[in-house]
């Protein structure tokens, strides 16, 4: 079941046995540009949705009443209705919700002192808007609110963010993944090694292709089996997204089943020329070790043809001091995990563009807009 099948049969996936009025129309926020309609149960988007959430959040000390601000990446405000109901909910529990769209209203700098003077105990949200608030901390540490946790979820947290928040914050980040078809999914614990299933609602499986199931340790994309939606069945549903399972008993004695990590959605994936595809999120620590080095701290990879990539960097104003030196580092880091045969192209940019409504991507393949792969 895929997004797309959703899409052009959703009345056809709808229960017509469970009653109208206990259900609820949800859209995905299209935070990957594709926004989609489809049904839940009241009680497992609210309650269900709830209880999850909180178990998350006490994993790590973050109870009713804890006061969080909540970093959230949608730049649209909500609707009325919905802003009344959460900022009612919110504000009970001693939330405050910034938008990343303050920061272009208002300036990083009252961004950063909404969120100081509010006294927060934890930082709740997306890693790329906490992200901006930390570098904005790291030259003006007057402003940084004393918590004792960052939880973040929803896009993809690096290596780098992690560091990032822990020198910042002085405190641990802690990792979730969800959607908004099935909230909660898995959930990291304080032991950091791997995520664990919410499994009294979700079923995980991780497949190939042919979408048989892979064993652990090898990645594959993620189908999830929603167990309490009774008005819009998701059955093997394809989030697009791919992780890797576990074995692995964690030792904080949760007995959850587990994922060992989540390497990004299908459209980062990279298609080499005799490796098949691999995920870009490989080449992240080579990345980040190669370039931070020399001062960029803003790149991307993009993937044009199968067998090739391009590794987009936006350098300083007077530009790279030895281009060709750091094209060959990147041939020869990347070389040894893509395959010596797949291309790698280093090309300078102005400025690396991510589109108002979507989420930060590390690899932006444009083989599916040119039909180079079939079943992507
Ligand atoms: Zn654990």
């Not at 790291?138 to 973040?152: F, I, M």
């Not at 979408?211 to 089996?225: C, E, H, K």
């Amino acid at each position: 079941l895929t997004k797309r099948i959703i899409r052009d049969n959703g009345n056809d996936i709808l229960c017509n046995a469970y009653p109208p009025k206990d259900r609820v129309r949800c859209t995905t926020s299209g935070s990957t540009l594709e926004p989609m309609a489809f049904y839940d149960t009241k009680e497992n988007h609210v309650s269900i949705s709830f209880g999850a959430r909180q178990r998350v959040r006490s994993a790590h000390g973050v109870g009713l009443g804890t006061k969080c601000v909540f970093l959230s990446i949608r730049y649209q405000p909500d609707s009325i209705g919905t802003r009344i109901s959460r900022g009612t909910i919110e504000g009970l529990n001693r939330t405050l919700r910034l938008y990343s769209s303050l920061i272009f209203r208002d300036g990083i700098s009252k961004y950063a002192e909404k969120a100081y003077k509010f006294r927060p105990e934890v930082i709740l949200g997306s890693p790329s808007p906490v992200g901006v608030l930390a570098r904005y901390l790291q030259h003006n540490p007057g402003l940084t609110p004393r918590v004792h946790a960052v939880l973040v979820g929803g896009e993809q947290l690096t290596l780098q963010d992690r560091e990032l928040f822990r020198n910042v914050f002085n405190c641990e980040t802690y990792d979730s993944y969800g959607a908004e078809e099935q909230h909660t999914i898995a959930f990291q614990c304080r032991e950091h090694d791997g995520y664990h299933i919410v499994a009294e609602n979700t079923v995980v499986e991780i497949v190939d292709d042919a979408n048989r199931l892979l064993p652990p340790g090898q990645p594959g994309r993620v189908l999830i089996t929603n167990l309490h939606n009774y008005a819009m069945p998701l059955i093997r549903y394809d989030l697009g997204d791919i992780a890797v399972a576990s074995d692995a008993q964690c030792r904080c004695g949760r007995g959850l089943p587990m994922l060992s990590s989540l390497l990004g959605r299908e459209g980062e994936m990279i298609y080499t020329r005799s490796r098949g595809k691999i995920p870009g999120l490989y080449l992240w620590y080579e990345c980040v070790k190669l370039l931070a080095d020399r001062g960029i701290e803003q790149y991307q990879i993009v993937q044009e043809e199968a067998g090739e990539i391009v590794v987009e960097i936006s350098a300083a104003k007077e530009g790279l001091r030895d281009p060709s030196s750091l094209e060959r580092s990147l041939k020869n880091e990347f070389g040894k995990i893509l395959g010596e045969d797949t291309g790698i192209l280093l090309r300078q940019v102005e400025k690396i563009v991510i589109p108002e409504y979507a989420k930060r991507k590390f690899v932006v393949s444009l083989l599916k807009e040119k039909g180079s792969v079939s079943g992507l």
